[in-house]
């Protein structure tokens, strides 16, 4: 596997740009750009599943995007050790019959030498929210850098 730059052992200034990162693909939606950042052994905790490799990650977030329609994500850095970062979160989604979401959640990660991410345990929670408290307003895609983040948000 290629190394995936900014390499541990993280500062704040290359955790926060790793994290920006993240964010970035995950708000392509994008499944094969996604799992590129994972070892092949990668293991997770997402809500109640517990994928493990590629392949599963990769279908898990197939599932994901086609459940959590319209989804926007912001991601802030949290705390940095070593190879560890800890990121909180929140993105905003509908469903298939039009419930708009916004969930809460935290996420630690750890990295191997290559700055691939080997664990991943996000712990996630769902608001009901209408529409119109929707927070997150860009076109799909990344977020552009002038959109204000959580703490600006007040989230």
């Not at 990650?57 to 050790?81: C, G, M, N, P, S």
């Amino acid at each position: 596997m290629q190394p995936k730059p900014p390499l541990p052992p993280f500062t704040i200034e290359s955790a926060t740009q790793k994290v920006r990162m993240a964010e970035d693909a995950w708000n392509s939606r994008d499944p094969d750009r996604v799992v590129q950042v994972y070892t092949e052994d990668t293991k997770w905790r997402n809500r109640a599943e517990f994928p493990v490799g590629h392949a599963e990650v990769h279908a898990f977030l197939q599932r994901k995007w086609a459940q959590e329609l319209d989804y926007r994500l912001i991601k802030e850095l949290w705390a940095v050790t070593d190879n560890r970062i800890a990121v909180r979160f929140a993105y905003e989604w509908h469903n298939q019959a039009g419930q708009w979401f916004r969930s809460y959640g935290n996420e630690n990660w750890e990295f191997n030498e290559l700055g691939l991410m080997q664990r991943r345990f996000a712990s996630i929670n769902d608001l009901a929210i209408a529409e119109s408290e929707c927070l997150f307003h860009w076109p799909l895609g990344r977020r552009p850098d002038e959109h204000a983040g959580l703490s600006e948000l007040g989230l």
